[in-house]
């Protein structure tokens, strides 16, 4: 992310309140001793980014999760915030459990989702990357609300972050079109692909290479059977989509491929909301 920019890393780390009864001075001790952990690992994290050119402020604050990281978002004014996950998984879920998801409904600015394969060795913990060059190919898939826009406005601009090839997917859903008829289907699908079309063309005079899929399905399922299909090492989503039933990038469809996707996903928010 050094070639997009990034100059400054704000290392946050946020400790839960416990919730075993203690006395005042166990629970003083207790706060001791996760602090003085915390900031062995903080230490440690900063030298290594110091060591790659990057200037490091290291935080550690108690409270609610969700409301420290985006409280200290805004603080710091930072134009990005990164959290890990842990890749495709259903039960599992996220490795931050819900803080993950209430932080992306709740920025005010772009949230990269890091996707890792959790290996669990005898005694510890071993995280790997799903995607090692996160900006390689890029998927965004659009419903062309001003939400997918925000989205499309920062993948025009990772050029400089190494993608080659961005792939745009616009998914028609198919609990919408039961009750269409086959015309219907055919004059949408004509008007989508110009849309998508002149999207590429955008793309294409930022130097990235384009194309474009459309497919009809269930837009979770659809999405991550390209991402999977296409290789894509990078899903790229605005915050909110404006389909009817609340599907396409809005809500559970949003929360849904951000847990079920092996890639890395990047959500965008729109300027004005």
């Given at each position: 992310m050094k070639r997009v920019g990034l100059g400054t890393i704000v290392l946050l780390h946020v400790i839960r309140e416990s919730p075993i009864p203690m006395t005042e001075s166990a629970k003083k001790e207790d706060l001791k001793r996760v602090e003085w952990s915390a900031k062995e690992q903080l230490n440690i994290a900063q030298m290594a980014l110091e060591g790659q050119g990057f200037r490091v402020i290291t935080l550690i604050k108690q409270g609610s999760p969700v409301e420290q990281i985006l409280r200290t978002a805004d603080e710091e004014r930072v134009s990005i915030i990164i959290m890990g996950a842990q890749g495709?998984?259903?039960?599992?879920?996220?490795?931050?459990?819900?803080?993950?998801y209430e932080v992306i409904r709740h920025a005010t600015v772009p949230v990269l989702i890091?996707?890792?394969?959790?290996v669990r060795q005898?005694?510890?913990?071993e995280c790997h990357l799903m995607c090692e060059q996160m900006f390689e190919r890029v998927l965004h898939p659009t419903d062309f609300s001003e939400y997918a826009d925000a989205a499309f406005q920062l993948v025009k601009h990772l050029k400089s972050a190494g993608t080659q090839e961005v792939i745009l997917l616009h998914v028609q859903d198919e609990?919408?079109?039961h009750h269409r008829t086959e015309e219907q289907i055919a004059e949408f699908d004509r008007?989508?692909?110009?849309?998508?079309e002149n999207l590429c063309r955008s793309l294409r005079l930022f130097g990235l290479q384009a194309r474009f899929l459309l497919q009809h399905g269930h837009p979770v399922r659809?999405?991550?059977?390209?991402?999977?299909e296409q290789n894509a090492s990078l899903i790229v989503l605005g915050s909110k989509g404006r389909s009817a039933i609340q599907e396409i990038l809005t809500g559970s469809t949003l929360e849904n491929v951000i847990r079920l996707s092996q890639q890395p996903v990047l959500v965008a928010?729109?300027?004005?909301?």
């Open positions: 495709k998984t259903l039960s599992a879920e996220l490795l931050l459990g819900s803080v993950s890091q996707k890792a394969e959790v005898i005694g510890h913990l609990r919408t079109l008007e989508d692909r110009m849309r998508l659809e999405t991550l059977r390209v991402a999977d928010r729109c300027p004005t909301h």
